[in-house]
């Protein structure tokens, strides 16, 4: 038969988090870090592991080619982002450069990202395309003479339709107009004689 510690023990509940630092950090301030968490009653930390330098990080979208140093903790105390940024900051790492999750949403999103690569990649590599009809043949042809013979191209796009009504005047702009000496302002090219308030 248990007992009341067993069930308790059993009962116990523990919070696994994974901390990420991007770009190369001293080891005293790692050090550091893990004996401060000692503060929430680590269960289990783990080792570091160190990804090699990437052109992106995931979690850092402002930092390129660095790599990424990580490790697991299980703490029996939950711990909050802003806690874990401040320690690294008093040890003298950047805060933009830590990055505090739960394990189970970081190893859920890093499942969804590889599932999104490789949709990408079945997109990149699936080419059962149909094969093209005359007219996309034709077409292909007109397009590929737009660098070789303009005539060709011109003739290719334009309209073989009428329209109801007739053809449409070309529109008349300011250019059209007759141009002469007179000023649109008074009627005259002159300026005007500026009268004076005073008394």
């Given amino acids: 038969m248990k007992t009341f510690f067993d069930y308790l023990v059993e009962s116990e509940k523990t919070y696994a988090y ?78 933009n450069r830590i990055c505090f999750k739960t394990v189970g949403y970081d190893d859920s999103m890093e499942e969804e990202l590889e599932r999104i690569q490789d949709e990408n990649q079945n997109l990149l590599t699936d080419t059962d395309f149909p094969e093209p009809t005359k007219e996309q043949k034709e077409l292909k042809k007109e397009y590929e003479a737009v660098g070789k013979d303009k005539e060709v191209v011109q003739n290719s796009y334009r309209s073989r339709f009428e329209v109801a009504g007739g053809k449409t005047p070309p529109a008349e702009t300011t250019n ?15 300026l005007p004689a500026v009268k004076s308030n005073a008394r």
């Fill in 18 to 95: 994974r901390i990420k630092i991007a770009g190369d950090v001293p080891t005293e301030s790692l050090k550091g870090l893990k004996e401060k968490l000692a503060q929430f009653e680590p269960v289990r930390i783990g080792d570091m592991r160190t990804t090699p330098v990437q052109k992106t990080l995931s979690d850092f979208p402002g930092i390129e080619n660095e790599r990424c140093h990580m490790f697991d903790v299980e703490l029996r105390y939950p711990a909050i982002h802003p806690q874990i940024t401040s320690i690294g900051q008093m040890l003298g790492i950047d805060p």
């Fill in 176 to 190: 059209d107009l007759p141009q002469g000496d007179r000023s649109p302002i008074g009627g005259q090219n002159r």
